[in-house]
């Protein structure tokens, strides 16, 4: 069972409270962590990746294990922590501003 943390604004657009679990099929990647949740909450499609290419939006960062696995590659592994659930999958609005 895969956990993910969501931003409290993608929580409340897939009116979910807390962590959300995911059982993922295949090998654990973002990817398909991102594939398992967008089918279970489609209303949160084209809100982390864009619709068309699937790449992470600009300002959405991911992060486990206190490292920030925004730019591996989306089908790279996911650390065992994250795997076996000992540790959640943190889907982060970045903040920008001057």
């Given at each position: 069972?895969?956990?993910?943390?969501?931003?409290?604004?993608?929580?409340?657009?897939?009116?979910?409270?807390?962590?959300?679990?995911?059982?993922?099929?295949?090998?654990?990647?973002?990817?398909?962590?991102?594939?398992?949740?967008?089918?279970?909450?489609?209303?949160?499609?084209?809100?982390?990746?864009?619709?068309?290419?699937?790449?992470?939006?600009?300002?959405?960062?991911?992060?486990?294990?206190?490292?920030?696995?925004?730019h591996e590659?989306?089908?790279?592994?996911?650390?065992?922590?994250?795997?076996?659930?000992?540790?959640?999958?943190?889907?982060?609005?970045?903040?920008?501003?001057?």
């Amino acid at each position: 069972m895969i956990r993910v943390m969501l931003p409290a604004h993608l929580r409340a657009l897939a009116r979910v409270k807390g962590e959300v679990e995911l059982e993922v099929e295949g090998p654990p990647t973002q990817q398909s962590v991102l594939d398992t949740l967008e089918a279970r909450y489609p209303m949160l499609r084209g809100t982390i990746r864009d619709h068309a290419s699937h790449q992470r939006r600009p300002f959405i960062r991911f992060f486990a294990c206190e490292e920030d696995l925004s730019h591996e590659a989306p089908d790279a592994p996911l650390p065992d922590a994250v795997t076996t659930g000992a540790e959640p999958l943190m889907i982060v609005g970045a903040i920008a501003g001057g």
